[in-house]
């Protein structure tokens, strides 16, 4: 049902978007939301502006886009150099990617006939041109990506610690290895930037966005600044390997708030808070279909989408008054019992408590396997059994 209160400029405001995919697909899964989601203003997507001040929430921050760094730019600024990129998981992938389309010279490490190998010569690496093992990839790159997983730049930094020598840039997507160094060992070297360029989703993302001409919002930071010149550099690869905006931050602040995140709202706490709804309504006689969509398919093909475009407030102004009222006033239940968590959640992280675990767990011999039953577990689980059906009625995905 449409809000009697929406006011006409927001409805007219709103108009616009109709047009995108990902607006028809929100409506369309949520009746009760008849106002239009805004595209995003020109502003949000424009890609031609350079270093900026601007104010977030009340708060100036610094940010840096793509118009400083054209591709010419960028191909004159590394004409001399070459990116070493170890590690071809989701992150090595999308960035070593990214960085051989912009015509930059980049070469993949990875260990040799494994998985991952395979997967890059595939995908158009050449053994001895631009693949090589991680020893040889670090000894030939000056700067080098570390793009390993977190427990694996802990095993293999003996290994790759005397290939980074002083001169060279050392760079990663995380702020794991550094901040936590005294469990993983990994200690800046002398003589060496060390910077870093996170972006804020999974290499696959990244690389997505990169092909749509979009690009994925990355923080930066630098560590370790021996050429003076660590700052400028970390900023022309944050937008080689395809960011959108970048904004500044350090190594301890980035580890922290992603872990935090990615335990938290990202994707612990949706899913506890999906399971959660989603057996109340089965425990009161709702049908798997309708507790679904009640729970995650309106959440995510309606709702999320028009929150991301447009804010919270904005959602909230644009839905039944009985909605509106509703999520008002159930709000501030759910921040108060879940405040705590997050504390605790956060404190965790910055004790390192959950590092320990993480590379503890990951280190096991037989990690990959136990993976499988914890993810067949949630896949098999009815509410996600569920969820494949509703998805396969989806319009999009019941094309003859």
């Known amino acids: 049902m449409a809000s009697r209160t929406a006011v006409r400029s927001l409805a007219r405001a ?21 106002a239009r989601a805004a595209a995003p ?7 031609t502006r350079g270093m900026k001040t601007l104010d977030f929430g009340g708060s100036k921050e ?3 886009e793509r118009s400083d760094w054209p591709k010419e730019k960028l191909l004159d600024y590394f004409k001399n150099d070459t990116i070493a990129v170890l590690g ?8 070593g990617l990214n960085l051989r389309d912009n ?32 020893e040889e990839a670090a000894n030939k790159g000056n700067i080098v990506l570390n793009l390993l997983s977190d427990a694996a730049q802990r095993d293999l930094w003996p290994t790759i610690k005397p290939y980074i020598t002083p001169g060279k840039t050392l760079y990663f997507s995380h702020g794991f290895a550094i901040t936590y160094k005294d469990q993983t060992h990994v ?22 966005l990169f092909l749509e001409g979009k690009g994925l919002n990355s923080s930066i930071a630098v560590f370790q600044d021996v050429s003076g010149k660590a700052h400028e550099r970390v900023v022309a690869l944050g937008v080689a390997i395809g960011s959108g905006y970048l904004y500044e931050t ?23 808070l999906f399971r959660a709804q989603y057996d109340v309504l089965r ?74 675990r993480a590379l503890d767990k990951n280190s096991q011999a037989d990690y990959r396997e136990s993976l499988e039953v914890e993810l067949k577990e949630i896949r098999e689980s009815e509410i996600w059994r569920a969820g494949e059906t509703v998805r396969g009625l989806r319009p999009e995905n019941n094309k003859k």
Request: glycine share 12%.
């Open 14 to 34: 709103a108009a616009s978007a109709a047009r995108t995919p990902l607006a028809t697909r929100a409506l369309g899964a949520a009746p009760r939301f008849a």
């Open 41 to 47: 203003t020109a502003s949000a997507f424009q890609q």
């Open 62 to 64: 610094k940010v840096y």
């Open 88 to 95: 071809y998981g989701p992150q090595g992938h999308g960035q």
């Open 103 to 134: 015509g930059l010279n980049v070469i993949v490490g990875v260990r040799k006939d494994g998985r991952s190998w395979k997967k890059a010569v595939a995908e158009g690496w050449v053994p001895g041109k631009n693949l090589f093992d991680i």
């Open 187 to 208: 200690e800046a070297p002398e003589g060496v930037d060390v910077v870093l360029c996170a972006p804020k989703g999974s290499g696959a993302t990244l690389r997505t």
């Open 250 to 272: 350090t190594f301890e602040k980035e580890v922290y708030s992603d872990l935090f995140g990615e335990r938290g709202i990202l994707m612990g706490a949706i899913n506890g």
């Open 283 to 356: 425990a009161n006689g709702h049908s798997p279909s309708e507790a679904f969509n009640e729970t995650v398919e309106e959440a995510t093909q309606s709702l999320i989408p028009l929150i991301g475009a447009k804010g919270m407030d904005w959602m909230y102004a644009n839905c039944s008054v009985t909605a509106q009222r509703g999520a008002l006033d159930w709000h501030q239940k759910f921040y108060d019992s879940s405040l705590p968590v997050f504390k605790d959640l956060y404190e965790s992280v910055r004790n390192g408590s959950e590092t320990k």
